[in-house]
């Protein structure tokens, strides 16, 4: 199992996403108290850090998708 994400639970506690190495079947486990703060921020952080767009292009892929790119 590879941890690939994080989530918030409705009641606020955090819970990991893991995906079978195998089957690619997912399944969340809530966080626990042993667990790695550093490493549940680099998991939550990795979206960010690595986009599935290329974010150069964030402006002109809002404006295809019809959205608003105006800062105001």
């Known amino acids: 199992m590879d941890s690939i994400a994080v989530w918030v639970r409705h009641n606020g506690e955090w819970a990991i996403i893991h995906r079978c190495r195998r089957c690619g079947a997912l399944s969340s486990n809530r ?3 042993d667990d790695n703060p550093a490493k549940l921020m680099s998991v939550a952080m990795k979206p960010l850090a690595l986009p599935p767009f290329p974010i150069e292009r964030i402006r ?3 404006l295809l998708m019809g959205g608003d790119v105006s800062l105001d």
Request: hydrophobic fraction near 65%; glycine fraction near 0%.
């Open 60 to 62: 002109e892929l809002t």
């Open 31 to 33: 966080v626990a108290a």
